[in-house]
């Protein structure tokens, strides 16, 4: 690894990646991992992948480390607000993801020059753990396409299956006898070619999101051995069939939520057979 891009961990980080993590993370789980070749040698990267439950991080960050790479890893910024572990994540280099603010742009800034430092940054693109009813991805933000079309670094896809037996989103309590397999895999970069020069207008965003998670998804189907879902689950369309949405200053219709880099949520309802399971629009 680059001196360089390891200065952009505190030696504790760097401590607990490669002489704590390995043990922990065994007697946790049998991990199974495959595809790491894919991983580029040097040079900045993002990795985008699934999520399922808090167990995914621990997983991810050894598989990174085997890769080569020590990760950085964006999380929710309220975890940092936690006693002992907020301060630990910032020392440690980890970067927040603020939601509903003016600075939420702000880990896409910090991400761009670590990844020009060299730095592997792991991004989650669904935002948060998936909401679909059968564990496929769901619509993804589209910070992470604005990250890989801005610097130009590869994208790389990871799946993972298995942790949420582990620790399944919601619950406090981890099921840890007997050790469960989870099974993680790396494909090939994301290819982003098509939408080289192009402007950043919400739709390149959105097909670029799309070319991500299709790959994410591709590999998870893979490891699960089934077929997923044509369209995926669309938690904003969920909300908007439960919480109709608010009327704005304007008097126009305002969105039950917005994206993480300050996008609205896009699409049209389909026919009305399943509202949930919509196919983003450009």
């Known amino acids: 690894m680059r001196k360089r891009a390891e200065r952009d961990y505190s030696p504790g980080w760097r401590l607990f990646t490669k002489i704590i993590l390995p043990p922990l993370i065994r007697s946790l789980m049998k991990l199974d991992t495959g595809g790491k070749e894919n991983f580029p040698r040097t040079g900045g990267m993002i990795v985008a992948g699934n999520h399922l439950s808090y167990a995914d991080w621990p997983a991810m960050a050894l598989f990174s480390y085997w890769a080569g ?26 970067l927040p993801v603020y939601r509903g603010r003016a600075d939420a742009a702000l880990v896409l ?33 589209t910070g992470v396409a604005r ?53 950043l207008t919400s739709g390149t965003l959105r097909e670029a999101t799309n070319a991500i998670m299709a790959d994410v998804t591709k590999l998870l189907a893979g490891l699960r051995g089934e077929e997923p879902p044509a369209v995926p689950y669309d938690p904003r369309a969920a909300k908007r069939e439960v919480e109709p949405g608010r009327t704005a200053p304007d008097g126009t219709a305002e969105p039950a939520s917005t994206a993480a880099d300050g996008t609205a949520p896009d699409g049209t309802a389909p026919d009305g057979t399943d509202t949930a399971r919509k196919a983003p629009q450009g």
């Open 69 to 94: 790479h020590y990760p950085v890893f964006t999380i929710k910024s309220p975890v940092f607000d936690v006693k002992i572990i907020g301060p630990l994540l910032r020392k440690f280099g980890q």
């Open 109 to 141: 800034n910090e991400a761009e020059q670590r990844i020009s430092r060299g730095a592997c940054v792991i991004f989650y693109p669904e935002g948060t753990a998936s909401r679909d009813p059968e564990q496929w991805p769901m619509v993804a933000r």
């Open 147 to 199: 990250l890989a079309l801005t610097t130009g670094v590869p994208v790389i896809p990871v799946a993972c299956w298995g942790a949420q037996v582990i620790l399944p989103y919601g619950d406090k309590k981890p099921r840890l006898f007997p050790r469960k397999p989870v099974q993680i895999v790396a494909g090939p970069p994301v290819d982003l070619s098509a939408f080289t020069g192009k402007p």
